[in-house]
């Protein structure tokens, strides 16, 4: 049984720190792309930041150059730093895990979530 277990949230004042984790179990960890996406009351889920299986790193542009993503296989973790926050960036946080794979010419995806964390930015 495949479970991503987010944690870390909370409630935080505008130009604090939080850092999300996002625990894996029930799959290969390191073959895995990861992200973290979000959704605010009355929006769209959102990407925030991914990391491929190789490391690289992808981040919407609100959140760049104030948070940063990284993953520890020995861990089957994955982070989020996010500094600076905003009272924008208030949502519920979820961990995703994607992998694909073409098995005799059909495409296959493999995709989980977590059951989110939620982070409040607010004085």
């Known amino acids: 049984q495949v479970q991503l277990v987010e944690s870390g949230g909370g409630l935080v004042q505008p130009g604090g720190s939080l850092r999300l984790s996002c625990a894996a179990s029930?799959?290969?960890?390191?073959?895995?792309?990861m992200g973290w996406y979000r959704q605010a009351p009355g929006k769209q889920r959102e990407l925030v930041a991914a990391i491929t299986s190789g490391g690289t790193t992808n981040y919407a542009d609100f959140v760049k150059g104030r948070f940063t993503i990284s993953r520890d296989n020995a861990k089957n973790t994955v982070y989020l730093q996010m500094n600076s926050l905003k009272p924008e960036d208030t949502a519920v946080y979820y961990c995703?895990?994607?992998?694909?794979?073409?098995?005799?010419?059909?495409?296959?995806?493999?995709?989980?979530w977590g059951q989110g964390t939620q982070v409040t930015v607010s004085s």
């Open positions: 995703n895990a994607d992998f694909r794979i073409e098995v005799g010419g059909v495409d296959r995806a493999f995709d989980y």
């Open positions: 029930g799959i290969v960890f390191s073959i895995y792309a």
